[in-house]
């Protein structure tokens, strides 16, 4: 039997996900867990993560290095690729798999940190809407939500939010390609055609997930040919150590054979 999301008893995301993408909702919930938090985790509401900066910088200090004031903007800008990881699944669960709506509003979602990286999170436990075809009002809740949370991290430091959505554009392109592995679902591509193909969004303005990825044509035949491309890069070349540029980093398009030959040496 289906799970029944208008239950008020928890449910984990992962148990309405096919296999192959329910690892992405272990932490993922409706409603809250019957399970205590762990001894360093706590609970708060996603609407008031900009009060936590200090934990969020601590955080990636430690996982990266650098200085969590110089290098502030990097340094959020990695932490957002662990939300995402997050929150990006659950979206595109609901929207592309199940064609439900997913009320992922801040104001009604809990984040578990421990030690500042985002372990947890929790929707309402009526979050889960009806089935639908409407491919705007699916995605509604998933697009509010970025926006949202991207305004809270951009206004904790001096990041343009380009940085951010591509951080989310990059994920989502790759988990909408890996439903279209799943059986049954090879041919229909056309959420990714509406997330990444318009210039404008639902409301009008300018569309931020517009084409997040690019296949480019590299000059050296040590990249792969066509290369993926974010078309923006997540800045994390500006810590201190972090010279090892990510696969798909557009910057390794302007690298010359012995840069890029370096790279291969650091991994």
């Given at each position: 039997m289906s799970p029944d999301a208008a239950s008020n008893a928890s449910q984990c995301l992962a148990s309405f996900a096919p296999a192959s993408i329910a690892p992405y909702?272990?932490?993922?919930?409706?409603?809250?867990?019957?399970?205590?938090?762990?001894t360093n985790d706590i609970?708060?509401?996603?609407?008031?993560?900009?009060?936590?900066?200090?934990?969020?910088?601590?955080a990636m200090v430690h996982h990266y290095g650098g200085d969590a004031e110089l290098h502030a903007r990097a340094?959020?800008?990695?932490?957002?690729?662990?939300?995402?990881?997050?929150?990006?699944?659950?979206?595109?669960l609901a929207a592309r798999l199940l064609r439900r709506p997913l009320d992922m509003s801040p104001l009604r979602a809990q984040l578990v940190l421990r030690e500042?990286?985002?372990?947890?999170?929790?929707?309402?436990?009526?979050?889960l809407k009806p089935h639908t075809h409407d491919t705007v009002l699916n995605y509604a809740g998933l697009l509010e939500h970025l926006d949202a949370?991207?305004?809270?991290?951009?206004?904790?430091?001096?990041?343009?939010?380009?940085?951010?959505?591509?951080?989310?554009?990059?994920?989502?392109d790759y988990l909408l390609e890996q439903c279209a592995l799943l059986?049954?679902?090879?041919?229909?591509?056309?959420?990714?055609?509406?997330?990444f193909g318009?210039?404008?969004?639902?409301?009008?303005?300018?569309?931020?997930l517009r084409a997040p990825i690019r296949q480019m044509k590299p000059r050296s035949a040590l990249l792969p040919d066509p290369?993926?491309?974010?078309?923006?890069?997540?800045?994390?070349?500006?810590?201190p150590g972090e010279t090892q540029l990510c696969t798909s980093c557009p910057l390794l398009l302007t690298m010359s054979d012995e840069q890029l030959a370096l790279q291969e040496a650091i991994a």
């Open positions: 909702l272990q932490n993922v919930w409706l409603g809250a867990p019957d399970h205590a938090l762990e609970s708060i509401p996603l609407s008031s993560l900009g009060a936590h900066r200090n934990a969020l910088l601590d340094l959020l800008s990695q932490w957002s690729k662990y939300y995402f990881g997050l929150a990006a699944p659950a979206g595109i500042g990286m985002p372990v947890a999170l929790r929707f309402a436990a009526d979050a949370v991207i305004g809270m991290l951009a206004g904790m430091t001096r990041i343009a939010p380009r940085v951010l959505w591509s951080n989310a554009g990059n994920l989502l059986p049954g679902e090879e041919d229909d591509r056309g959420d990714a055609a509406w997330l318009l210039s404008l969004g639902a409301d009008g303005a300018p569309n931020p290369f993926r491309a974010r078309r923006v890069c997540c800045v994390r070349y500006e810590i």
